[in-house]
């Protein structure tokens, strides 16, 4: 079954403590990204990456990290949570996300809350 | 930076009647267009993707684009309790990198 799998689906931490939320995909996308939604806010990116080692900032990337080691894997990092990265944080992937054939898939989410 | 609004709702409508859902956008050279449905707690899943063809339907759904005002619709025909959602509609990134989401429209079904 073709899908997007992120662990740990739900995260409650404390300040400072460094944590990863994983993300997989099985489509042999090149594409992946990061977003987070908040109420009233949307969902906005905060990394992609076109392919295996390249990465670059979407629109909130700050207190956050990425890699892309491998095409399947793609983990976001908070080296420092702070309560204001509380939120509900989707992966997703694709091929080119402007045609028609390619649709975006999205992961289940994860639930994040940081105290 | 290209803009996406919506009404945030809710849109209410009754089982069976037609629920139309609009979205403007701010980029006049836009030419893909996404409406995504997400369940309260779930991930967005896609419904429909329109191009700057026109018109398209696929079965109780059907998607129209009005470049000259700048707006895309989203109908859901017969519709049913289980079609209450917020449904977000997305346009691609100038440099394709990543889909500008509206902040969505709730729409509640009821029986």
């Known amino acids: 079954e073709a899908q997007v799998t992120q662990n740990p689906r739900y995260l409650i931490t404390v300040t400072g403590k460094k944590l990863t939320v994983t993300c997989s995909q099985n489509m042999n996308h090149e594409y992946m990204s990061w977003y987070r939604q908040d109420p009233g806010l949307g969902l906005r990116q905060i990394y992609y990456s076109m392919n295996v080692e390249v990465t670059d900032k979407g629109d909130v990337p700050e207190g956050y990290k990425v890699s892309r080691k491998e095409k399947r894997n793609f983990p976001l990092i908070l080296e420092s949570p702070s309560p204001n990265q509380t939120s509900l944080y989707f992966c997703a992937s694709s091929s080119p996300i402007t045609s028609e054939r390619d649709e975006q898939f999205f992961g289940p989410g994860t639930r994040l809350t940081v105290l | 930076q290209k803009e996406v609004e919506q009404n945030s709702g809710p849109l209410s409508v009754p089982e069976g009647a037609i629920a139309s859902l609009n979205c403007t956008y701010s980029?006049?050279?836009?030419?893909?267009f996404f409406w995504y449905r997400q369940y309260s707690g779930k991930s967005p899943e896609l419904i429909m993707f329109?191009?700057?063809?026109g018109d398209k339907e696929d079965g109780r759904f059907t998607a129209q684009l009005n470049k000259a005002s700048q707006y895309v619709s989203l109908l859901i025909r017969d519709s049913q309790p289980s079609d209450s959602a917020t449904y977000l509609c997305?346009?691609?990134?100038?440099?394709?990198?990543?889909?500008?989401f509206g902040k969505g429209t709730t729409l509640s079904v009821s029986s």
């Open positions: 980029d006049r050279g836009s030419q893909s």
């Open positions: 997305a346009v691609p990134n100038q440099a394709g990198t990543a889909l500008i």
């Open positions: 329109i191009y700057s063809n």
